[in-house]
Each structure stands twice: as structure tokens, then as C-alpha cells.
């Protein structure tokens, strides 16, 4: 069974620091993988979508790579901003069984 | 853009009662979904559907069914509510592809007494 997880769970930094966001699963037999961010008591805005085949897609101050033989993926913000703040979730399309698995989160706070 | 509208942001049902959750999207999305988010569980699939009144369960779907009987609409029925239902609810969509991105609706937050 496909488990997706996240580390760290919370991570708190000064504004203008670079940052990374690690996601981790299990079954390589996957169709991509999404970043999505959340805003609190709010739905999950999509970030970034690697497929399979690619090793890394960028948008404005991030970028996010995918290992898939090692079942790894980062997420790289450069410069953060306090808008920034969010919990950043990450989550995988399996080709098994159709689904999409989502990973617990990190929620960030980034301090003016 | 994708719009992802669900009808009720915030809710209140008691216990036993028979609730809908709506969800409409307008991008003529083979692919819909219904996950439930609790703190410290994540999100977790409850169903989803990749075409009209196609339905798949998902991680968790007793106590609920689903209804698929328009493209761009999926409703999530809770066919008596209890407690332990009450949680933040998500729809999402999303194009045939599977590499086509998931998109999401505002949620809506339903408390079950």
C-alpha cells in the first residue's frame, strides 16, 4: 500500500531564507506527483506537477524535484516570504490503483 | 481558471439526519473526488468517480455513498450522520489525463451533534 510522508512536519523561518520541504513514498509506480499548498480552513491550491518521466518542474520562487527510484520529491522556496505561511502538501497519482495519496503536510511559518 | 464550487461552507446536522454534500466543477472534468481532512489523519479518499455514474470507493467509505449523475457533478451523502463525522470535506477534480493536475473546491466543514 502506497504511503506517502512528509518531514518536517512544522518548520519556522525568518523571511528571506531558502528553504526545502521533503516529501517521501513508498511504490515508484507512480504517474506524477503534485505540491499543493493549503491556507487554514481553506481547499488545496495546486503548486507544481512533475510527471514521471521529469526530474524537476519550477514556478516563479519554487521548484520541485522527483527521485522516483528512491521515492523521494523537495520542494525548494527561494527568498520565503510571510506570505509564504501555509501547510505545503504533497501527493502522489499511483498507476495501481487510480488514486491520488496525499501526504500529511509540513506547515510553515515564515517570521517578518 | 477551474472552479470547483461546493454548496455549504459550514454546516450543522444532528445525529442521524441524512446530509448532501454537493460539488460542481465547470471544466467538463472526467475525474471527481471526495476526501475528508481531520487533524493528525491528513486527508484521506472517501470516493471518487471517473465518469457519470461510474463510482470507485475509496479509503474510507462506510457510512457514506455518492452520486454521479451528471458530468460536472458529485454529491457525497452521509446516509445517517454520526459524530465521528464530522470533519473538514473536500471535493476535487480532475481532466482524463493522469497528468493533468487536481483541483479543489473551498471545503466544507461539517459538524455533526
Known amino acids: 500500500k502506497q504511503e506517502v510522508t512528509q518531514i518536517p512536519a512544522a518548520l519556522s523561518v525568518p523571511e528571506g531564507e531558502n528553504l526545502v520541504l521533503n516529501c517521501s513514498f513508498t511504490d515508484s509506480a507512480i504517474y506524477n506527483l503534485q505540491w499543493f499548498r493549503q491556507d487554514p480552513g481553506k481547499g488545496l491550491t495546486s503548486l507544481l506537477l512533475i510527471q514521471s518521466s521529469q526530474r524537476e518542474q519550477t514556478s516563479g520562487r519554487l521548484n520541485a524535484s522527483l527521485d522516483k527510484s528512491s521515492g523521494r520529491s523537495t520542494l525548494y522556496i527561494a527568498a520565503s516570504q510571510p506570505g509564504d505561511s501555509a501547510t505545503y502538501l504533497c501527493a502522489v497519482c499511483e498507476t495501481s490503483y487510480d488514486k491520488v495519496i496525499f501526504g500529511p503536510g509540513t506547515s510553515l511559518s515564515v517570521i517578518p | 481558471d477551474v472552479k470547483v464550487t461546493q454548496s455549504s461552507r459550514y454546516l450543522v446536522k444532528r445525529t442521524g439526519e441524512k446530509v448532501f454534500l454537493e460539488c460542481v466543477q465547470d471544466m467538463d472534468h472526467e475525474n471527481m473526488f471526495w476526501y475528508r481532512q481531520d487533524p493528525g489523519l491528513g486527508l484521506r479518499l472517501i470516493y471518487f468517480?471517473?465518469?457519470?455514474?461510474?463510482?470507485e470507493k475509496g479509503d474510507i467509505p462506510e457510512g457514506y455513498s455518492v452520486s454521479r449523475e451528471k458530468k460536472e457533478r458529485f454529491s457525497l451523502i452521509l446516509e445517517s450522520a454520526s459524530t465521528n463525522q464530522t470533519s473538514m470535506y473536500l471535493c476535487?477534480?480532475?481532466?482524463?489525463?493522469?497528468?493533468?493536475?487536481?483541483?479543489f473546491g473551498n471545503g466544507t466543514r461539517l459538524t455533526v451533534t
Open positions: 476535487a477534480s480532475m481532466a482524463g489525463s493522469y497528468n493533468s493536475p487536481l483541483h
Open positions: 468517480s471517473y465518469d457519470v455514474k461510474m463510482k
